[in-house]
């Protein structure tokens, strides 16, 4: 039971090797785990999740890149080459020439259509690997050309070629202050394209993975790296392998497809956002000490109160009582609750099986006509991830992400309604009607989200 | 229908009488049977009757008692179908005349019928669904309406937070399920594969299994189910292609029957069902419908006399006579009288009762400002200030106190007559001595 991964555009390129270098290095560590056995099987679980065994003994990504551009694609095959435990396949990537110049609709209209039939080849290429399907991981950013508006199309086609396979788009949000002018319009149109088309959409937010870097990784000039970087922990902390609740003693054979009928059944809501306890500079992590009761509390207050990361979170906001109608539920809404309608908590390190995960079973904190045995699902793995003795990720389909979106939607509109730079993708082939359901498709999810 | 069309009519007819056997109607008549009965042949009246039934029985849950009658008893058969085509509202004169009318329908009545049946509810569609049960498309096809005549409506929850709730759980559910499934079939998948790298590395390659199991026997079954069913889909896309020509035939099939002069009583049946204007909107069935629409304004105009005659009949009866008793029984020195005495009694009315109206035509109300006064709707005769709308308390109040003293000298003085009656009475009576009551 496999995952192939897609990695388009530039972010999605640099994130997907971080991935794959997180992976590969927590597999590796594993194996020298006591017991024995249990590392064995973890290191054996992750490799046939992300890596095929090639002749030669190097382990192969299964993995498909794109680009518009070569440079990316270039240096992403070097630096896996270069880690020495990890390679892309040969001809496993797709770039061309010139880039899609920041341009949604060029993209998806023009590179998109134009390219299908080899991309739609490397990915077929990479299925045949596979036993088992397991899913399909792609991954991109929203602000840019190629990742956004390829990325859109490729999900697209998948969709068509695969309807049965589940497939989860990893999407980077760009900073609010963003580097590209048309980048409101660019993620607008991708959102409510892939909320059609896709099962799950992972959103990681530049801005607050920023703060992650600056506020608990200690980090003073911040590259893209280190943003990258901690997104791939996140990712990595989401995929590895771990026990479910269906799988008590052997890891999971279908994680996408747990974790998607565990978060995204239904199909008004598809928007998941992550956070992970604890994060820090790898310096730091021998002289840190952790317990389970103390992490599950800030990770709860970090979902109560929509915080990315457990450096000052608003420990004022709470849960409204059980009994209380939707009009006090509203109103706890706007003192800053985050409403739940699905979360999924996935414990990795020592003493996994003694940490008590009752807080999550609260009432209050999820919507009310799911029942919260329904709605929180709970993963383990006795083993360490990525170096953390312990460490918690919550996988939640709440309201957090309504504020940036609706912040998103709202500059966009702005722009639109003054007619700015709409020329730009209307001479693609992307009509003013187009960008209005568009609109309209984002506003139903904001919508939803709103009346949880 | 000019010659060169009536070629293709056949073949219409033909595509017709493919797609009914296709949804597996039993004994479809040939396509000279249709041609035949729009002349109103006899010899296509038993077909007719039998291809309606087996429609019919298809499309309509028999209740149990009369799924048992013999299909070849002609009379049992013919009674089904006529209240099923009652049922469905088909309102032919042949249905309403009672039985030996229903014996004596001829074929082009039978015709039109199946018309009826055909045009309404989506009859063919809801066939096809059934049959092509694997096609989830179809599902969303309007189910048949003639089956659903006495359902009754859904009834929706009372709460709609409530309902609304259901909903998106169930949703969630539903989703659930769905990814579920996916992941069966991925691990079906997963088993297939595993499977056949076992047989392959076990038997090698040059030992192809020459008898597939029933895994293969199971998927030729499934293979030639499949085509059945594209076979069925392909006839019934040919009739929906050809299905404006019959509904212009059949048109042609109702100016038939009117232009026919033998069975007059029959031509005022005809009714079209609402569907088929939209299938075809041809020039013929304007003539029907004005048919139909004689019909209708032949009765609103029975209906209008019928009214007219009872309005007529109700005005003989009042003012006419209060007229005649005016004019002719009561001279005009008698009728001076009646007024006069009329309007001595009223005046003693007033009189005597002024108080009751009055103290009632009062109303407590704050004072508005003089500008904003509403306007008064009579002037009062009584003697106040006239301010009927804003008396002020006092003044009221001593309206009252002399209502009150005038009604007390009216008892006093009613007391003292009835006393005085009694008397008189008593004077006349021997032996009785009445005691009158205590005085209060």
Same mark, same amino acid.
């Given at each position: 039971?496999?995952?192939?991964?897609?990695?388009?555009?530039?972010?999605?390129?640099?994130?997907? *090797?971080?991935?794959?270098?997180?992976?590969?290095?927590?597999?590796?560590?594993?194996?020298?785990?006591?017991?024995?056995?249990?590392?064995?099987?973890? @290191?054996?679980?992750?490799?046939?999740?992300?890596?095929?065994?090639?002749?030669?003994?190097?382990?192969?990504?299964?993995?498909?890149?794109?680009?518009?551009?070569?440079?990316?694609?270039? *240096?992403?095959?070097?630096?896996?080459?270069?880690?020495?435990?990890?390679?892309?396949?040969?001809?496993?990537?797709?770039?061309?020439?010139?880039?899609?110049?920041?341009?949604?609709?060029?993209?998806?209209?023009?590179?998109?259509?134009?390219?299908?039939?080899?991309?739609?080849?490397?990915?077929?290429?990479?299925?045949?690997?596979? %036993?088992?399907?397991?899913?399909?991981?792609?991954?991109?950013?929203?602000?840019?050309?190629?990742?956004?508006?390829?990325?859109?199309?490729?999900?697209?086609?998948?969709?068509?070629?695969?309807?049965?396979?589940?497939?989860?788009?990893?999407?980077?949000?760009?900073?609010?202050?963003?580097?590209?002018?048309?980048?409101?319009?660019?993620?607008?149109?991708?959102?409510? @394209?892939?909320?059609?088309?896709?099962?799950?959409?992972?959103?990681?937010?530049?801005?607050?993975?920023?703060?992650?870097?600056?506020?608990?990784?200690?980090?003073?000039?911040?590259?893209?790296?280190?943003?990258?970087?901690?997104?791939?922990?996140?990712?990595?902390?989401?995929?590895?392998?771990? @026990?479910?609740?269906?799988?008590?003693?052997?890891?999971?054979?279908?994680?996408?497809?747990?974790?998607?009928?565990?978060?995204?059944? @239904?199909?008004?809501?598809?928007?998941?956002?992550?956070?992970?306890?604890?994060?820090?500079?790898?310096?730091?992590?021998?002289?840190?000490?952790?317990?389970?009761?103390?992490?599950?509390?800030?990770?709860?207050?970090?979902?109560?109160?929509?915080?990315?990361?457990?450096?000052?979170?608003?420990? *004022?906001?709470?849960?409204?009582?059980?009994?209380?109608?939707?009009?006090?539920?509203?109103?706890?809404?706007?003192?800053?609750?985050?409403?739940?309608?699905?979360?999924?908590?996935?414990?990795?390190?020592?003493?996994?099986?003694?940490? %008590?995960?009752?807080?999550?079973? %609260?009432?209050?904190?999820?919507?009310?006509?799911?029942?919260?045995?329904?709605?929180?699902?709970?993963?383990?793995?006795?083993?360490?991830?990525?170096?953390?003795?312990?460490?918690?990720?919550?996988?939640?389909?709440?309201?957090?992400?309504?504020?940036?979106?609706?912040?998103?939607?709202?500059?966009?509109?702005?722009?639109?309604?003054?007619?700015?730079?709409?020329?730009?993708?209307?001479?693609?082939?992307?009509?003013?009607?187009?960008?209005?359901?568009?609109?309209?498709?984002?506003?139903?999810?904001?919508?939803?989200?709103?009346?949880? | 229908?000019? $010659?060169? &069309?009536?070629?293709?009519?056949?073949?219409?007819?033909?595509?017709?009488?493919?797609?009914?056997?296709? =949804?597996?109607?039993?004994?479809?008549?040939?396509?000279?049977?249709?041609? $035949?009965?729009?002349?109103?042949?006899?010899?296509?009246?038993?077909? =007719?009757?039998?291809?309606?039934?087996?429609?019919?029985? &298809?499309?309509?849950?028999?209740?149990?008692?009369?799924?048992?009658?013999?299909?070849?008893?002609?009379? /049992?058969?013919?009674?089904?179908?006529?209240?099923?085509?009652?049922?469905?509202?088909?309102?032919?004169?042949?249905?309403?005349?009672?039985?030996?009318?229903?014996?004596?329908?001829?074929?082009?009545?039978?015709?039109?019928?199946?018309?009826?049946? !055909?045009?309404?509810?989506?009859?063919?569609?809801?066939?096809?669904?059934?049959?092509?049960?694997?096609?989830?498309?179809?599902? /969303?096809?309007?189910?048949?309406?003639?089956?659903?005549?006495?359902?009754?409506?859904?009834?929706?929850?009372?709460?709609?937070?409530?309902?609304?709730?259901?909903?998106?759980?169930?949703?969630?559910?539903?989703?659930?399920? $769905?990814?579920?499934?996916?992941?069966?079939?991925?691990?079906?998948?997963?088993?297939?594969?595993?499977?056949?790298?076992?047989?392959?590395?076990?038997? #090698?390659?040059?030992?192809?299994?020459?008898?597939?199991?029933?895994?293969?026997?199971?998927?030729?079954?499934?293979?030639?189910?499949?085509?059945?069913?594209?076979?069925?889909?392909?006839?019934?896309?040919?009739?929906?292609?050809?299905?404006?020509?019959?509904?212009?035939? !059949?048109?042609?099939?109702?100016?038939?029957?009117?232009?026919?002069?033998?069975?007059?009583?029959?031509?005022?049946?005809?009714?079209?069902?609402?569907?088929?204007?939209?299938?075809?909107? #041809?020039?013929?069935? #304007?003539?029907?419908?004005?048919?139909?629409?004689?019909?209708?304004?032949?009765?609103?105009?029975?209906?209008?006399?019928?009214?007219?005659?009872?309005? /007529?009949?109700?005005?003989?009866?009042?003012?006419?006579? /209060?007229?005649?008793?005016?004019?002719?029984?009561?001279?005009?020195?008698?009728?001076?009288?009646?007024?006069?005495?009329?309007?001595?009694?009223?005046?003693?009315?007033?009189?005597?009762?002024?108080?009751?109206?009055?103290?009632?035509?009062?109303?407590?109300?704050?004072?508005?400002?003089?500008?904003?006064?509403?306007?008064?709707?009579?002037?009062?005769?009584?003697?106040?200030?006239?301010?009927?709308?804003?008396?002020?308390?006092?003044?009221?109040?001593?309206?009252?106190?002399?209502?009150?003293?005038?009604?007390?000298?009216?008892?006093?003085?009613?007391?003292?007559?009835?006393?005085?009656?009694?008397?008189?009475?008593?004077?006349?009576?021997?032996?009785?001595?009445?005691?009158?009551?205590?005085?209060?």
């Amino acid at each position: 039971m496999s995952v192939v991964t897609v990695q388009l555009g530039q972010c999605g390129n640099q994130i997907g *090797q971080e991935l794959f270098n997180v992976i590969s290095n927590d597999s590796n560590d594993a194996q020298t785990c006591s017991p024995r056995a249990q590392g064995k099987a973890y @290191h054996a679980c992750s490799r046939e999740r992300f890596f095929n065994e090639e002749a030669s003994g190097d382990p192969s990504a299964r993995a498909v890149l794109i680009d518009m551009e070569p440079k990316v694609i270039t *240096q992403t095959i070097a630096m896996a080459a270069k880690s020495g435990r990890w390679k892309y396949r040969e001809q496993s990537f797709f770039c061309q020439k010139q880039g899609s110049g920041n341009n949604w609709a060029n993209g998806f209209r023009v590179h998109g259509p134009r390219h299908q039939e080899a991309m739609g080849d490397l990915v077929r290429r990479e299925v045949e690997h596979c %036993d088992r399907l397991a899913g399909i991981l792609t991954m991109m950013s929203v602000a840019g050309g190629t990742g956004s508006g390829v990325g859109t199309y490729v999900t697209q086609c998948l969709r068509d070629d695969y309807p049965h396979t589940f497939i989860l788009n990893q999407l980077t949000w760009p900073y609010c202050t963003g580097e590209v002018i048309v980048q409101n319009y660019n993620s607008v149109l991708t959102l409510s @394209h892939l909320y059609q088309c896709s099962d799950a959409i992972l959103v990681h937010e530049n801005d607050a993975v920023h703060r992650i870097c600056a506020q608990l990784m200690n980090i003073k000039h911040i590259s893209f790296s280190d943003v990258n970087k901690v997104i791939a922990h996140q990712l990595g902390s989401v995929l590895q392998p771990a @026990h479910t609740a269906h799988t008590q003693s052997q890891y999971s054979r279908n994680p996408m497809g747990e974790l998607m009928s565990s978060l995204v059944c @239904h199909p008004e809501y598809k928007l998941l956002s992550l956070c992970t306890i604890p994060q820090m500079a790898s310096s730091s992590l021998p002289y840190s000490a952790f317990s389970w009761p103390g992490l599950l509390k800030h990770l709860r207050q970090m979902l109560i109160c929509s915080a990315r990361m457990e450096e000052g979170i608003d420990w *004022q906001v709470r849960a409204p009582s059980v009994g209380q109608g939707a009009a006090e539920t509203r109103g706890m809404q706007e003192l800053g609750f985050n409403t739940s309608l699905a979360n999924l908590l996935i414990l990795r390190g020592k003493d996994v099986s003694s940490a %008590d995960t009752g807080g999550f079973l %609260d009432p209050a904190l999820y919507c009310p006509w799911l029942p919260a045995e329904g709605a929180i699902s709970t993963w383990r793995s006795s083993l360490p991830f990525n170096k953390y003795e312990k460490s918690a990720t919550l996988v939640s389909n709440s309201q957090s992400l309504l504020k940036p979106l609706d912040h998103m939607v709202g500059k966009a509109w702005n722009m639109f309604a003054s007619r700015a730079y709409i020329h730009q993708y209307t001479k693609f082939g992307i009509s003013e009607e187009d960008f209005l359901d568009c609109f309209t498709c984002l506003e139903q999810v904001i919508s939803s989200y709103k009346h949880l | 229908m000019q $010659r060169g &069309k009536s070629v293709k009519v056949k073949e219409v007819i033909e595509s017709l009488c493919k797609l009914l056997s296709a =949804l597996g109607i039993d004994s479809v008549p040939g396509a000279d049977t249709f041609r $035949r009965a729009k002349f109103n042949k006899e010899d296509a009246v038993d077909d =007719l009757w039998t291809l309606l039934y087996n429609i019919l029985s &298809k499309a309509v849950r028999w209740e149990c008692s009369c799924s048992v009658t013999q299909p070849h008893d002609k009379s /049992a058969r013919a009674g089904l179908v006529s209240s099923a085509l009652w049922q469905c509202g088909y309102g032919a004169q042949w249905l309403q005349g009672g039985w030996s009318l229903v014996e004596e329908v001829g074929s082009r009545g039978l015709l039109l019928a199946l018309g009826w049946v !055909m045009s309404s509810g989506g009859l063919l569609e809801s066939l096809l669904a059934e049959t092509a049960s694997g096609l989830e498309t179809l599902a /969303a096809l309007p189910g048949v309406s003639l089956g659903a005549a006495g359902g009754g409506s859904v009834e929706w929850p009372r709460q709609a937070e409530q309902w609304e709730r259901g909903l998106r759980r169930l949703q969630w559910e539903q989703g659930k399920l $769905r990814f579920l499934w996916r992941s069966l079939q991925a691990a079906q998948q997963e088993r297939a594969a595993l499977l056949h790298q076992v047989l392959s590395s076990s038997s #090698g390659p040059s030992a192809p299994d020459p008898d597939p199991p029933t895994g293969s026997t199971g998927n030729s079954k499934e293979l030639e189910q499949l085509r059945t069913e594209i076979r069925l889909l392909e006839i019934y896309l040919d009739w929906k292609h050809l299905e404006p020509l019959f509904w212009s035939w !059949m048109d042609s099939v109702i100016d038939a029957k009117l232009a026919d002069p033998s069975p007059p009583s029959h031509t005022d049946a005809v009714a079209m069902a609402p569907k088929s204007a939209g299938v075809e909107g #041809g020039c013929c069935q #304007g003539d029907t419908e004005r048919g139909g629409l004689d019909r209708l304004s032949e009765m609103l105009l029975m209906l209008q006399v019928g009214l007219r005659a009872v309005r /007529a009949e109700q005005g003989d009866h009042a003012p006419p006579r /209060a007229r005649h008793r005016d004019v002719g029984a009561v001279t005009s020195s008698e009728k001076a009288k009646i007024q006069e005495k009329v309007g001595c009694r009223l005046h003693d009315l007033t009189e005597a009762y002024a108080s009751i109206p009055a103290s009632g035509g009062y109303r407590l109300r704050l004072q508005e400002h003089p500008a904003h006064q509403p306007h008064r709707p009579r002037k009062s005769t009584s003697c106040q200030a006239g301010h009927q709308g804003e008396a002020q308390a006092s003044m009221v109040i001593q309206e009252l106190r002399e209502k009150e003293a005038l009604l007390l000298r009216e008892l006093e003085r009613w007391r003292r007559g009835h006393r005085e009656e009694l008397q008189e009475l008593v004077s006349g009576l021997e032996g009785v001595v009445l005691i009158p009551p205590l005085k209060r």
